[in-house]
C-alpha cells in the first residue's frame, strides 16, 4: 500500500500535521485554512498543496480522498482566556468537521483542542463521532511533559471507523437516528498517569506490561459508540525524541544566567530542539516571534521566515499552533500499534 494521503482541517502553520506524519507517516493531499497569515505560511511550506480555504463552505464530495484528516480546530470557544460559549460560539465549526469526516470516511481522525473543551462542549463531539460510528481516544498532555519551557495543557483525540459499513452522519440524521449523548459517561478532566485499555468485547484489563506507571492522579475519558467502550488516561512522563521531560535540576550552562528563574526550563528545551535559546525580546524590546516559534518548537524559521508575513501575523499564527513534540508524544500513547517514527 502506497504513503498514507492526509487532509489537514484548520491547518494553522501545520504543526499537527507534522506530529501526524512523524507517526502515521503519509503525505499531505489537502490543507484547509482562510485565514491570511496561516494561508501565506501554508502556499510558502506546501506550494504543490491545494487549500481548501474555508471548510464551512467546502463541498467535501468533490474532495480528494484521504486516509487521514486532521485539525486543531478553534479554541476559542473553550478556552478559559475567553467567554467559554461552547458550541454557542460563532467560532464553533466542529459540524462543519464532523460533516466533513461524514462524506470522506478516513481511516483515522486526528484532533488537538485546549483542555477546557473536555468540559464544554466535547460531548457533542463524541455524540457525532458515535453517530458517524467513529471509535475514539483521548488525552490530556502538557508541552512542559516533553520538555517544553511553557504548560500549554492540551487535549488530543484519534478516532476511526468501527466498522468498514458506516452509513455516516448524514445518513443517520436524515433517517431521523440523533446521537444520544446520554450513552456517554462524562467526559472527566485527565492529567498524566496509567493507562487502562478494555479489550474488545472482554471487559477486562489488558496486560500490566501494557500500561504506564501513574505519575500523578488521574481521571479518564470514556467513549461508547457501536456498543465498545475505550478508557484511556493520559500517558506518564510521555517525551519526545527519548528526552526526560522531568528529573533533577539540570546544571545552567554558561550563558543562560540571564534567564534567571526560567534558567533551568530553558535549559531543558535547548537539550530537546538541539538549539539555542534566542533572545525573548526584538531591537526595540517587544517579544520576539523568533522566540516564541523556538517555545513551540518549530523549525528556525518555520514561521518567521515567511516572505511577507508580518510580525502580527506570526504572532497570531505561533499562539494558535500546536507544539509537534508534543503531539507526537500523544498520538504514540493514542495509537501504540502504529509504527513509531522518530519526530522531524
Not at 163 to 176: N, V
Amino acid at each position: 500500500m502506497g504513503a498514507l494521503r492526509i487532509g489537514s482541517v484548520c491547518t494553522g502553520y501545520g504543526g499537527l500535521d507534522m506530529a501526524v506524519q512523524a507517526v502515521f507517516g503519509g503525505e499531505l493531499a489537502w490543507v484547509a485554512d482562510n485565514d491570511p497569515g496561516a494561508s501565506r505560511i501554508l502556499a510558502h511550506r506546501h506550494p504543490g498543496v491545494p487549500n481548501l480555504g474555508d471548510i464551512t463552505a467546502a463541498d467535501f464530495s468533490r474532495v480528494a480522498a484521504v486516509d487521514v484528516v486532521c485539525g486543531g480546530y478553534p479554541c476559542q470557544p473553550f478556552s478559559s482566556a475567553g467567554k467559554r460559549k461552547g458550541v454557542a460560539d460563532a467560532r464553533h465549526i466542529w459540524p462543519h468537521i464532523a460533516r466533513a469526516l461524514g462524506v470522506l470516511r478516513p481511516r483515522y481522525a486526528v484532533f488537538e483542542n485546549v483542555a477546557g473543551h473536555l468540559s464544554l462542549g466535547f460531548d457533542a463531539v463524541l455524540a457525532d463521532l458515535a453517530a458517524l460510528g467513529f471509535d475514539a481516544r483521548w488525552c490530556t498532555l502538557r508541552a512542559s511533559d516533553v520538555g517544553a519551557a511553557h504548560q500549554r495543557n492540551r487535549l488530543f483525540v484519534v478516532a476511526w471507523p468501527a466498522d468498514a459499513g458506516g452509513e455516516g452522519l448524514a445518513g443517520r440524521r436524515a433517517a431521523g437516528a440523533a446521537p444520544d449523548s446520554r450513552r456517554l459517561a462524562p467526559a472527566d478532566p485527565v492529567d498524566l498517569g496509567e493507562h487502562r485499555s478494555r479489550a474488545r468485547g472482554t471487559g477486562r484489563d489488558e496486560p500490566a506490561a501494557r500500561r504506564l506507571p501513574a505519575a500523578h492522579p488521574a481521571g479518564h475519558g470514556r467513549h461508547e459508540g457501536r456498543g465498545v467502550a475505550h478508557e484511556c488516561d493520559g500517558p506518564a512522563g510521555a517525551v519526545g525524541q527519548g528526552e526526560s521531560a522531568r528529573g533533577g535540576a539540570e546544571c545552567v550552562p554558561e550563558g543562560l544566567a540571564e534567564w534567571g528563574e526560567y534558567a533551568d526550563t530553558i535549559a531543558r528545551w535547548e537539550k530537546v530542539l538541539q538549539r539555542t535559546a534566542p533572545g525573548p525580546v526584538d531591537a526595540v524590546g517587544r517579544l520576539s516571534p523568533v522566540f516564541v516559534e523556538w517555545l513551540m518548537g518549530l523549525p528556525a524559521g518555520h514561521v518567521t521566515a515567511v516572505p511577507g508575513l508580518s510580525r502580527s501575523a506570526q504572532l497570531k499564527a505561533l499562539g494558535n499552533g500546536v507544539v509537534p513534540h508534543q503531539a507526537v508524544a500523544a498520538l504514540r500513547f493514542l495509537a501504540p500499534t502504529l509504527p513509531a517514527r522518530a519526530a522531524a
